[in-house]
Protein backbone atom coordinates (compact mmCIF):
# COMPACT_ATOMS: atom_id res chain seq x y z
CA UNK A 1 0.00 0.00 0.00
CA UNK A 2 2.70 2.44 -0.81
CA UNK A 3 0.79 3.88 -3.89
CA UNK A 4 0.47 3.63 -7.47
CA UNK A 5 2.88 5.15 -10.34
CA UNK A 6 6.06 4.81 -8.41
CA UNK A 7 9.52 3.78 -10.21
CA UNK A 8 10.20 0.45 -8.88
CA UNK A 9 12.75 -0.63 -11.69
CA UNK A 10 15.65 0.84 -14.16
CA UNK A 11 16.66 -0.86 -16.93
CA UNK A 12 20.24 -0.42 -18.23
CA UNK A 13 21.91 -1.55 -21.52
CA UNK A 14 24.69 -0.57 -23.70
CA UNK A 15 25.18 0.04 -27.00
CA UNK A 16 26.74 2.14 -29.92
CA UNK A 17 24.17 3.33 -31.38
CA UNK A 18 20.20 4.47 -29.58
CA UNK A 19 18.52 1.44 -27.26
CA UNK A 20 14.60 1.84 -26.79
CA UNK A 21 13.43 0.21 -23.72
CA UNK A 22 10.03 -2.00 -23.54
CA UNK A 23 8.01 -4.74 -21.62
CA UNK A 24 6.82 -8.05 -22.18
CA UNK A 25 5.98 -11.32 -20.09
CA UNK A 26 2.87 -12.06 -17.38
CA UNK A 27 1.86 -9.22 -15.23
CA UNK A 28 3.67 -6.46 -18.19
CA UNK A 29 -0.38 -4.92 -18.29
CA UNK A 30 0.13 -3.65 -14.47
CA UNK A 31 3.72 -1.70 -15.24
CA UNK A 32 4.54 1.14 -17.47
CA UNK A 33 8.46 1.77 -18.84
CA UNK A 34 9.73 4.80 -20.50
CA UNK A 35 11.30 3.98 -23.57
CA UNK A 36 14.34 6.29 -23.38
CA UNK A 37 15.47 6.32 -19.74
CA UNK A 38 13.86 2.84 -19.34
CA UNK A 39 12.39 3.34 -15.90
CA UNK A 40 9.65 1.26 -15.25
CA UNK A 41 6.39 2.41 -12.85
CA UNK A 42 4.07 0.02 -11.05
CA UNK A 43 0.64 1.89 -12.20
CA UNK A 44 -1.32 0.47 -9.62
CA UNK A 45 -1.27 0.76 -5.99
CA UNK A 46 0.81 -2.47 -4.61
CA UNK A 47 -0.81 -4.43 -1.89
CA UNK A 48 0.55 -7.60 -0.22
CA UNK A 49 -3.21 -9.64 0.50
CA UNK A 50 -3.79 -8.96 -3.51
CA UNK A 51 -0.76 -10.08 -5.28
CA UNK A 52 3.06 -11.14 -3.47
CA UNK A 53 4.74 -11.09 -6.03
CA UNK A 54 5.29 -9.87 -9.65
CA UNK A 55 6.85 -10.89 -12.91
CA UNK A 56 7.95 -9.31 -16.31
CA UNK A 57 10.26 -9.02 -19.21
CA UNK A 58 12.05 -5.91 -20.00
CA UNK A 59 13.24 -5.85 -23.33
CA UNK A 60 15.96 -3.79 -24.72
CA UNK A 61 15.93 -2.83 -28.94
CA UNK A 62 19.08 -1.08 -30.94
CA UNK A 63 18.45 0.57 -33.92
CA UNK A 64 19.55 -2.64 -35.75
CA UNK A 65 16.21 -3.94 -34.77
CA UNK A 66 18.51 -6.81 -32.21
CA UNK A 67 16.56 -7.22 -28.57
CA UNK A 68 18.03 -8.36 -25.49
CA UNK A 69 15.58 -9.34 -22.50
CA UNK A 70 15.81 -10.03 -18.74
CA UNK A 71 13.08 -11.62 -16.72
CA UNK A 72 12.58 -9.19 -13.81
CA UNK A 73 10.81 -10.40 -10.35
CA UNK A 74 9.25 -8.01 -8.10
CA UNK A 75 8.70 -8.90 -4.83
CA UNK A 76 5.62 -6.84 -2.35
CA UNK A 77 6.61 -6.54 1.15
CA UNK A 78 3.26 -7.45 4.12
CA UNK A 79 3.93 -4.56 5.65
CA UNK A 80 1.62 -4.32 9.13
CA UNK A 81 -1.18 -1.06 8.31
CA UNK A 82 -0.95 0.78 11.23
CA UNK A 83 -4.27 0.98 12.95
CA UNK A 84 -5.63 4.68 13.96
CA UNK A 85 -9.53 3.91 13.90
CA UNK A 86 -10.13 4.69 17.87
CA UNK A 87 -13.10 2.45 19.73
CA UNK A 88 -16.33 3.65 19.53
CA UNK A 89 -17.53 1.83 22.22
CA UNK A 90 -20.39 3.29 24.69
CA UNK A 91 -21.57 2.67 28.30
CA UNK A 92 -24.86 2.57 29.54
CA UNK A 93 -25.15 1.00 32.68
CA UNK A 94 -23.30 -0.86 35.20
CA UNK A 95 -23.50 -3.82 37.84
CA UNK A 96 -21.09 -5.55 40.61
CA UNK A 97 -21.25 -9.10 41.49
CA UNK A 98 -19.83 -9.35 45.25
CA UNK A 99 -19.38 -12.71 44.87
CA UNK A 100 -16.91 -12.75 41.88
CA UNK A 101 -15.50 -8.98 42.35
CA UNK A 102 -16.25 -8.20 38.75
CA UNK A 103 -17.88 -5.01 37.70
CA UNK A 104 -20.17 -5.60 34.34
CA UNK A 105 -20.21 -2.66 32.31
CA UNK A 106 -22.94 -2.92 29.38
CA UNK A 107 -23.53 -0.42 26.56
CA UNK A 108 -22.67 -0.69 22.78
CA UNK A 109 -19.20 -1.75 20.29
CA UNK A 110 -17.42 -3.41 22.89
CA UNK A 111 -15.92 -5.28 19.96
CA UNK A 112 -14.00 -1.99 18.88
CA UNK A 113 -12.01 -2.53 21.72
CA UNK A 114 -10.40 -5.79 20.86
CA UNK A 115 -7.86 -5.47 17.76
CA UNK A 116 -4.65 -7.54 16.31
CA UNK A 117 -6.33 -10.79 16.93
CA UNK A 118 -7.65 -10.06 20.41
CA UNK A 119 -11.14 -12.21 20.99
CA UNK A 120 -13.31 -12.68 23.93
CA UNK A 121 -10.58 -14.84 25.32
CA UNK A 122 -8.16 -11.77 25.28
CA UNK A 123 -7.39 -10.16 28.64
CA UNK A 124 -7.23 -6.50 28.20
CA UNK A 125 -6.43 -4.90 31.14
CA UNK A 126 -3.43 -3.15 29.67
CA UNK A 127 -5.68 -1.17 27.45
CA UNK A 128 -7.29 1.39 30.00
CA UNK A 129 -6.55 4.65 31.49
CA UNK A 130 -7.89 3.33 35.39
CA UNK A 131 -7.34 7.06 36.39
CA UNK A 132 -10.85 7.75 34.55
CA UNK A 133 -12.89 5.23 36.31
CA UNK A 134 -14.33 5.69 39.74
CA UNK A 135 -17.22 4.82 42.17
CA UNK A 136 -19.07 7.24 43.88
CA UNK A 137 -20.51 6.12 47.11
CA UNK A 138 -23.60 7.32 47.74
CA UNK A 139 -23.43 9.22 44.38
CA UNK A 140 -22.46 12.72 46.42
CA UNK A 141 -19.30 13.05 44.45
CA UNK A 142 -17.47 12.65 48.34
CA UNK A 143 -15.54 9.36 49.30
CA UNK A 144 -14.91 8.58 45.85
CA UNK A 145 -12.94 4.85 45.18
CA UNK A 146 -10.51 5.25 42.49
CA UNK A 147 -8.71 2.56 40.57
CA UNK A 148 -5.45 1.60 39.26
CA UNK A 149 -3.79 -1.00 37.01
CA UNK A 150 -2.74 -2.95 39.99
CA UNK A 151 -6.43 -3.10 41.61
CA UNK A 152 -7.46 -5.32 38.26
CA UNK A 153 -7.33 -8.88 38.02
CA UNK A 154 -8.47 -9.09 34.64
CA UNK A 155 -10.91 -7.16 31.62
CA UNK A 156 -12.47 -9.04 28.72
CA UNK A 157 -15.26 -8.54 26.12
CA UNK A 158 -17.47 -11.31 26.57
CA UNK A 159 -20.27 -9.91 23.50
CA UNK A 160 -20.63 -6.70 21.81
CA UNK A 161 -22.53 -5.20 24.50
CA UNK A 162 -20.80 -6.45 27.85
CA UNK A 163 -17.24 -5.75 29.35
CA UNK A 164 -16.30 -7.58 32.43
CA UNK A 165 -14.10 -6.18 34.91
CA UNK A 166 -12.48 -7.84 37.41
CA UNK A 167 -11.01 -6.37 40.92
CA UNK A 168 -8.38 -8.31 42.69
CA UNK A 169 -9.64 -9.77 45.82
CA UNK A 170 -7.54 -6.87 47.67
CA UNK A 171 -9.28 -4.21 45.90
CA UNK A 172 -12.77 -5.44 46.61
CA UNK A 173 -12.65 -5.84 49.67
CA UNK A 174 -11.43 -2.69 49.96
CA UNK A 175 -14.24 -1.35 48.18
CA UNK A 176 -16.78 -3.55 49.63
CA UNK A 177 -15.25 -2.43 53.07
CA UNK A 178 -15.94 1.28 52.38
CA UNK A 179 -18.58 2.79 54.62
CA UNK A 180 -22.13 3.50 53.01
CA UNK A 181 -21.08 0.96 50.36
CA UNK A 182 -23.63 -0.19 47.87
CA UNK A 183 -23.49 -2.69 44.81
CA UNK A 184 -24.69 -0.33 42.68
CA UNK A 185 -28.52 -1.45 43.44
CA UNK A 186 -29.45 1.75 45.50
CA UNK A 187 -26.76 4.87 46.11
CA UNK A 188 -23.48 4.23 44.15
CA UNK A 189 -22.83 5.09 40.71
CA UNK A 190 -20.13 4.62 38.65
CA UNK A 191 -18.48 7.96 36.91
CA UNK A 192 -15.86 7.11 33.74
CA UNK A 193 -14.38 10.29 31.98
CA UNK A 194 -13.86 10.61 28.27
CA UNK A 195 -10.38 8.08 27.09
CA UNK A 196 -10.83 5.52 29.92
CA UNK A 197 -11.26 2.71 27.09
CA UNK A 198 -8.63 2.25 24.12
CA UNK A 199 -7.48 -0.28 21.87
CA UNK A 200 -3.94 -2.15 21.59
CA UNK A 201 -2.86 0.68 19.44
CA UNK A 202 -3.19 3.14 21.93
CA UNK A 203 -6.33 4.77 20.34
CA UNK A 204 -8.81 6.39 22.67
CA UNK A 205 -12.33 6.07 22.88
CA UNK A 206 -13.90 9.20 22.59
CA UNK A 207 -17.80 8.28 23.54
CA UNK A 208 -17.18 6.20 26.23
CA UNK A 209 -18.18 9.06 29.12
CA UNK A 210 -20.55 7.48 31.49
CA UNK A 211 -22.06 8.98 35.08
CA UNK A 212 -25.11 6.59 36.51
CA UNK A 213 -25.63 4.01 38.62
CA UNK A 214 -26.70 0.67 36.97
CA UNK A 215 -29.71 1.37 34.75
CA UNK A 216 -32.06 -1.44 36.58
CA UNK A 217 -35.21 -1.70 35.54
CA UNK A 218 -37.19 -1.74 38.40
CA UNK A 219 -40.21 -2.94 36.61
CA UNK A 220 -39.08 -5.95 36.61
CA UNK A 221 -38.14 -8.43 39.65
CA UNK A 222 -36.43 -12.32 39.37
CA UNK A 223 -37.03 -14.86 41.36
CA UNK A 224 -33.86 -17.28 41.10
CA UNK A 225 -34.92 -20.72 42.67
CA UNK A 226 -31.75 -22.36 41.42
CA UNK A 227 -29.45 -19.41 43.30
CA UNK A 228 -31.69 -18.79 45.84
CA UNK A 229 -31.90 -15.37 44.87
CA UNK A 230 -34.09 -11.96 44.11
CA UNK A 231 -34.05 -8.71 42.22
CA UNK A 232 -32.38 -6.63 45.73
CA UNK A 233 -33.96 -2.87 44.38
CA UNK A 234 -36.88 -0.91 45.80
CA UNK A 235 -36.00 -2.63 48.87
CA UNK A 236 -37.79 -5.70 47.84
CA UNK A 237 -41.12 -4.29 48.47
CA UNK A 238 -43.37 -4.59 45.40
CA UNK A 239 -44.78 -0.49 44.62
CA UNK A 240 -49.13 -0.48 43.98
CA UNK A 241 -47.96 1.76 41.09
CA UNK A 242 -45.87 -0.37 39.22
CA UNK A 243 -46.53 -2.73 36.58
CA UNK A 244 -44.19 -5.72 37.03
CA UNK A 245 -43.05 -8.81 35.02
CA UNK A 246 -42.23 -11.52 37.78
CA UNK A 247 -39.66 -14.13 36.61
CA UNK A 248 -39.66 -16.85 38.29
CA UNK A 249 -36.19 -18.98 37.35
CA UNK A 250 -36.13 -22.89 37.61
CA UNK A 251 -33.99 -25.83 36.89
CA UNK A 252 -35.07 -27.68 33.91
CA UNK A 253 -35.04 -30.80 34.66
CA UNK A 254 -34.26 -31.43 38.71
CA UNK A 255 -37.90 -31.01 39.98
CA UNK A 256 -37.34 -31.89 43.68
CA UNK A 257 -35.46 -28.62 43.77
CA UNK A 258 -36.46 -24.96 44.87
CA UNK A 259 -34.08 -23.01 46.12
CA UNK A 260 -34.80 -19.82 48.18
CA UNK A 261 -33.19 -17.72 51.22
CA UNK A 262 -35.64 -16.26 53.42
CA UNK A 263 -33.38 -13.29 52.65
CA UNK A 264 -34.56 -12.24 49.72
CA UNK A 265 -38.21 -12.61 49.96
CA UNK A 266 -40.54 -9.88 48.63
CA UNK A 267 -42.94 -8.00 50.77
CA UNK A 268 -46.38 -5.83 49.58
CA UNK A 269 -47.78 -8.52 47.08
CA UNK A 270 -50.98 -7.21 48.39
CA UNK A 271 -50.09 -4.18 45.78
CA UNK A 272 -49.92 -6.91 42.95
CA UNK A 273 -52.66 -6.73 40.09
CA UNK A 274 -54.10 -7.97 37.10
CA UNK A 275 -51.52 -5.51 35.41
CA UNK A 276 -48.93 -7.63 36.74
CA UNK A 277 -47.19 -10.50 34.44
CA UNK A 278 -46.02 -13.88 36.07
CA UNK A 279 -43.42 -15.66 33.87
CA UNK A 280 -42.05 -19.59 34.73
CA UNK A 281 -38.30 -19.38 33.09
CA UNK A 282 -36.38 -22.71 32.82
CA UNK A 283 -32.38 -22.82 32.11
CA UNK A 284 -32.12 -24.94 29.20
CA UNK A 285 -33.05 -24.87 25.50
CA UNK A 286 -35.51 -27.91 26.12
CA UNK A 287 -37.87 -27.04 28.80
CA UNK A 288 -39.55 -27.50 32.28
CA UNK A 289 -40.29 -31.12 33.49
CA UNK A 290 -43.99 -31.72 34.29
CA UNK A 291 -44.51 -34.31 37.61
CA UNK A 292 -44.52 -37.32 36.04
CA UNK A 293 -41.13 -36.16 33.76
CA UNK A 294 -42.77 -34.72 30.70
CA UNK A 295 -42.16 -31.28 29.24
CA UNK A 296 -44.84 -28.81 30.30
CA UNK A 297 -46.86 -28.05 27.34
CA UNK A 298 -50.15 -26.45 28.96
CA UNK A 299 -51.68 -23.97 31.58
CA UNK A 300 -54.45 -23.73 33.83
CA UNK A 301 -56.24 -22.21 36.56
CA UNK A 302 -58.19 -22.47 39.60
CA UNK A 303 -59.31 -21.08 42.71
CA UNK A 304 -61.83 -21.62 45.78
CA UNK A 305 -65.42 -22.66 45.16
CA UNK A 306 -65.33 -24.20 41.78
CA UNK A 307 -63.02 -26.37 39.28
CA UNK A 308 -60.59 -25.03 36.69
CA UNK A 309 -60.28 -23.00 33.77
CA UNK A 310 -60.84 -26.34 31.60
CA UNK A 311 -63.70 -26.67 33.48
CA UNK A 312 -65.85 -23.58 32.47
CA UNK A 313 -69.07 -25.57 33.65
CA UNK A 314 -68.06 -25.53 37.70
CA UNK A 315 -65.06 -22.39 37.53
CA UNK A 316 -64.59 -20.23 40.24
CA UNK A 317 -65.50 -16.44 39.90
CA UNK A 318 -61.90 -15.68 40.99
CA UNK A 319 -58.59 -17.48 40.01
CA UNK A 320 -56.05 -17.25 42.22
CA UNK A 321 -53.84 -19.97 41.31
CA UNK A 322 -51.96 -21.13 37.82
CA UNK A 323 -50.61 -23.92 37.45
CA UNK A 324 -47.77 -25.43 34.25
CA UNK A 325 -49.25 -29.09 33.15
CA UNK A 326 -47.66 -31.74 31.04
CA UNK A 327 -49.95 -33.06 28.50
CA UNK A 328 -50.96 -35.33 31.14
CA UNK A 329 -52.24 -32.98 33.12
CA UNK A 330 -49.70 -33.73 35.81
CA UNK A 331 -48.66 -30.27 37.56
CA UNK A 332 -44.61 -29.12 36.94
CA UNK A 333 -45.26 -25.82 38.90
CA UNK A 334 -48.19 -23.59 40.74
CA UNK A 335 -47.89 -20.49 42.20
CA UNK A 336 -50.96 -18.09 43.58
CA UNK A 337 -51.96 -15.15 44.49
CA UNK A 338 -49.77 -15.15 48.09
CA UNK A 339 -46.12 -16.03 46.19
CA UNK A 340 -46.07 -19.19 47.44
CA UNK A 341 -44.87 -21.77 45.02
CA UNK A 342 -45.10 -25.66 44.63
CA UNK A 343 -43.06 -27.75 42.07
CA UNK A 344 -44.50 -31.53 41.75
CA UNK A 345 -42.05 -34.59 41.04
CA UNK A 346 -42.66 -38.09 41.33
CA UNK A 347 -42.70 -38.70 45.03
CA UNK A 348 -44.09 -35.08 46.32
CA UNK A 349 -43.34 -31.82 46.13
CA UNK A 350 -41.44 -28.86 47.09
CA UNK A 351 -42.33 -25.57 48.13
CA UNK A 352 -41.53 -21.53 49.23
CA UNK A 353 -42.99 -18.43 49.52
CA UNK A 354 -41.58 -15.55 47.31
CA UNK A 355 -43.44 -12.85 48.26
CA UNK A 356 -45.53 -11.58 51.32
CA UNK A 357 -48.88 -10.59 50.98
CA UNK A 358 -51.67 -11.30 48.56
CA UNK A 359 -52.77 -9.79 45.12
CA UNK A 360 -55.99 -9.53 44.09
CA UNK A 361 -56.90 -10.45 40.59
CA UNK A 362 -54.07 -11.19 39.84
CA UNK A 363 -54.56 -13.47 37.52
CA UNK A 364 -57.27 -11.89 35.80
CA UNK A 365 -57.63 -11.77 33.06
CA UNK A 366 -56.89 -15.05 32.49
CA UNK A 367 -54.05 -15.58 30.06
CA UNK A 368 -54.00 -18.26 28.06
CA UNK A 369 -51.23 -18.56 25.81
CA UNK A 370 -48.36 -20.45 27.24
CA UNK A 371 -45.44 -18.58 25.38
CA UNK A 372 -46.46 -15.19 27.22
CA UNK A 373 -45.76 -16.26 30.81
CA UNK A 374 -43.65 -19.22 30.12
CA UNK A 375 -40.12 -19.40 28.38
CA UNK A 376 -37.40 -22.28 28.34
CA UNK A 377 -34.78 -20.09 29.37
CA UNK A 378 -34.34 -16.34 30.41
CA UNK A 379 -34.39 -13.23 28.15
CA UNK A 380 -30.54 -12.31 27.32
CA UNK A 381 -29.22 -9.35 30.01
CA UNK A 382 -31.63 -9.89 32.48
CA UNK A 383 -30.09 -11.52 35.21
CA UNK A 384 -27.32 -9.48 34.53
CA UNK A 385 -29.47 -6.17 34.20
CA UNK A 386 -30.74 -7.26 38.20
CA UNK A 387 -27.18 -7.86 39.41
CA UNK A 388 -28.13 -11.99 39.23
CA UNK A 389 -25.44 -14.33 37.51
Not at 90 to 112: I, K, P, V
Not at 200 to 221: K, Q, R
Not at 295 to 318: C, K, Q
Request: overall charge negative.
Amino acid sequence: NSGGYQVVYTVTATDENNISYSLSGADANAFAIDSMTGEVILTSNPDYEEQESYSFNVVATDEAGNASEQTVTLNINDVAVEDETAPTNTFTGATYDETSNTLTLTGTDMNTLLSGGETDSTDIKNNFNWDNLQWDISSDDTDNVTFSFSDIESVYVTDDNTLAITLTTIKANELEGTNRFDDLTEDDSIEITTGFSEDSSGNASTTDAYVGEALMNTSIVVFDLINGESSAHSDRTFDPDVSYTIYIRVDSDDQQVINFNDASEWSGGDNLGSDDLIVLVGDDSVGVLGGNGDLVTRIRYSGPGGGSGSAPSTAPSEYTQRGYLSYRFSSGMAIDESGSVRRRHRTGFERDDLWSGEGESLFDPQITTLSDIYLVTMPSGILTSQGLV
